[in-house]
């Protein structure tokens, strides 16, 4: 984790800790050789997930980074992990090599808001990326409260659009969902729920054969999941019927 009660806290004792200089180091170049990894694999590019409550949206959150030294505190020092992931790709890929950064605009349990997500995105294209994906969850999903607020890819598109490409995803199911993603400003769209249910669901998008949530399993199974992978998400709440 990026921050905890003590860095002196054992694991032992049941407690999460803040992660050492050199563990920080380490998990930076765990990211890099990945990168290296798809880059002699043959891939044009990567994305970097920085979303979802995982390691490094725990970095750029105020609740879950309480740090002091210098990967907390500011602002500037809660986006280094992200920054410096994205710095030390750059240097070990080929220059034409895509780079994308996923991040979650909004995550409160974090304490990310969009307007330091905004700030981040400023960063990111300063630093070089190629897309920012934003994982909206929900692209309805209005970045503040009130009648004037505008959607958060909307948000995104006014303030950086046309600098960088913008994909958003978030409950992507149909045609509707289309326009709407690219009324809103998105450059291009991306499916997960939708596609791990219907791994055509580009063919089928523009039909009326894109049927939601509930799914049997056999339904589930028919589009080729696994077992395993069924049983994951029968953990998602009204995925799968019961």
Same mark, same amino acid.
């Given at each position: 984790?990026?921050?905890?009660?003590? #860095?002196?806290?054992?694991?032992?004792?049941?407690?999460?800790?803040?992660?050492?200089?050199?563990?920080?180091?380490?998990?930076?170049?765990?990211?890099?050789?990945?990168?290296?990894?798809?880059?002699?694999?043959?891939?044009?590019?990567?994305?970097?997930?920085g979303?979802?409550?995982?390691?490094?949206?725990?970095?750029?959150?105020?609740?879950?980074?309480?740090?002091?030294?210098?990967?907390?505190?500011s602002?500037?020092?809660?986006?280094?992990?992200?920054?410096?992931?994205?710095?030390?790709?750059?240097?070990?890929?080929?220059?034409?090599?895509?780079?994308?950064?996923?991040?979650?605009?909004?995550? *409160?349990s974090?304490?990310?808001?969009?307007?330091?997500?905004?700030?981040?995105?400023?960063?990111?294209?300063?630093?070089?990326?190629? !897309?920012?994906?934003?994982?909206?969850?929900?692209?309805?999903?209005?970045?503040h409260?009130?009648?004037?607020?505008?959607? !958060?890819?909307?948000?995104?598109?006014?303030?950086?659009?046309?600098?960088?490409?913008?994909?958003?995803?978030?409950?992507?199911?149909?045609?509707?969902?289309?326009? #709407?993603?690219?009324?809103?400003?998105?450059?291009?769209?991306?499916?997960?729920?939708?596609?791990?249910?219907?791994?055509?669901? *580009?063919?089928?998008?523009?039909?009326?054969?894109?049927?939601?949530?509930?799914?049997?399993?056999?339904?589930?199974?028919?589009?080729?999941?696994?077992?395993?992978?069924?049983?994951?998400?029968?953990?998602?709440?009204?995925f799968?019927?019961?």
């Open positions: 984790m990026s921050s905890s009660v003590n #860095e002196t806290e054992q694991s032992s004792t049941g407690y999460s800790r803040s992660m050492g200089e050199q563990e920080i180091e380490e998990a930076i170049q765990w990211f890099v050789n990945a990168a290296q990894r798809c880059s002699s694999a043959g891939f044009d590019g990567i994305e970097i997930h979303a979802h409550g995982y390691l490094i949206s725990q970095f750029l959150g105020t609740k879950t980074n309480r740090r002091e030294d210098g990967w907390g505190g602002k500037k020092a809660r986006f280094r992990f992200l920054i410096e992931i994205l710095r030390r790709i750059k240097k070990t890929v080929p220059p034409n090599f895509i780079i994308a950064v996923r991040i979650s605009p909004i995550y *409160p974090c304490g990310i808001t969009i307007e330091d997500s905004l700030d981040l995105s400023r960063y990111l294209i300063d630093e070089g990326i190629d !897309i920012l994906h934003l994982s909206c969850w929900d692209i309805t999903k209005k970045a409260d009130g009648p004037d607020a505008l959607p !958060i890819t909307a948000e995104f598109s006014r303030k950086i659009g046309g600098e960088i490409p913008i994909l958003t995803t978030g409950g992507i199911w149909d045609e509707d969902d289309v326009s #709407e993603a690219f009324f809103q400003g998105a450059d291009m769209l991306g499916v997960g729920r939708a596609g791990i249910a219907h791994p055509d669901w *580009p063919s089928r998008v523009h039909t009326d054969d894109n049927t939601r949530p509930p799914f049997t399993r056999k339904q589930l199974s028919e589009a080729d999941l696994s077992p395993v992978f069924i049983d994951y998400m029968c953990r998602w709440d009204g799968v019927e019961d």
